[in-house]
Nanobody
Framework: EVQLQASGGGFVQAGGSLRLSCAAS????????FGWFRQAPGKEREFVAH???????YYTDSVKGRFTISRDNAKNTVYLQMNSLKPEDTAVYFCNARYAHDYWGQGTLVTVSS
């Protein structure tokens, strides 16, 4: 059974930092690309960041320079380091794994106060 366990969300003041983790199991981690998406209350789920098996990364414009996605193949874990957080970053953050299949984690809530 494939599992993506997201953690690290919480409450933080604007300007603060959080690091999200996504621990993957049940799939060949090295073969999968991973992404982070988020969904704010009343809004559609949106793309945040993506990392390929090569380590190449992509970001949505609103988080460039503030967020960093990384992967540790030895630990089967993907990270999202979030710095200079803004109230508009408030959302449930989801981890996604993509290769032969598309898998989603359960989400972790990030709340940024002004």
């Amino acid at each position: 059974e494939v599992q993506l366990q997201a953690s690290g969300g919480g409450f933080v003041q604007a300007g603060g930092s959080l690091r999200l983790s996504c621990a993957a199991s049940g799939l060949p981690f090295d073969d999968y690309a991973f992404g982070w998406f988020r969904q704010a209350p009343g809004k559609e789920r949106e793309f945040v960041a993506h990392i390929r098996t090569s380590g190449m990364t992509y970001y949505t414009d609103s988080v460039k320079g503030r967020f960093t996605i990384s992967r540790d193949n030895a630990k089967n874990t993907v990270y999202l380091q979030m710095n200079s957080l803004k109230p508009e970053d408030t959302a449930v953050y989801f981890c996604n794994a993509r290769y032969a299949h598309d898998y989603w984690g359960q989400g972790t809530l990030v709340t940024v106060s002004s």
